[in-house]
């Protein structure tokens, strides 16, 4: 019933910028996640950033602290992770995931689920 649909990726210098999105549809539940994963071939998928639909509340990776920052515009039903001081280990293919409640931190806790869009960070 929900559908998630990413945008934003593609192939940026070390040091550069991206800005990612996600726009959300049926939606049905008062209160909602929506939450950022990567994953680079081989590696596992991890925790990137989260931010409550309703709260505004924000999480964020010890890795990307900092330098991500994710906002909302709910006229649009839409996430933005604002990516700066881009490095090459972030590069990874990332997921725009959705889950009811409360912000989770491991993939296996969301329920839906974009199809993902490559982000490439060459040195």
């Known amino acids: 019933q929900v559908q998630l649909v990413e945008s934003g990726g593609g192939l940026v210098q070390a040091g550069g910028s991206l800005r990612l999105s996600c726009a959300a549809s049926?939606?049905?539940?008062?209160?909602?996640?929506m939450g950022w994963f990567r994953q680079a071939p081989g590696k596992e998928r991890d925790f990137v950033a989260a931010?409550?639909?309703?709260?505004?509340?924000?999480r964020y990776a010890d890795s990307v602290k900092g330098r991500f920052t994710i906002s909302r515009d709910s006229a649009k039903n839409t996430v933005y992770p604002q990516m700066n001081s881009l490095k090459p280990e972030d590069t990874a293919i990332y997921y725009c995931?959705?889950?009811?409640?409360?912000?989770?931190?491991?993939?296996?806790?969301?329920?839906?689920w974009g199809q993902g869009t490559q982000v490439t960070v060459s040195s």
């Open positions: 995931a959705g889950r009811r409640a409360f912000i989770a931190f491991s993939w296996k806790e969301y329920d839906y």
């Open positions: 931010i409550g639909w309703t709260t505004g509340v924000t």
């Open positions: 049926g939606r049905t539940f008062s209160s909602y996640v």
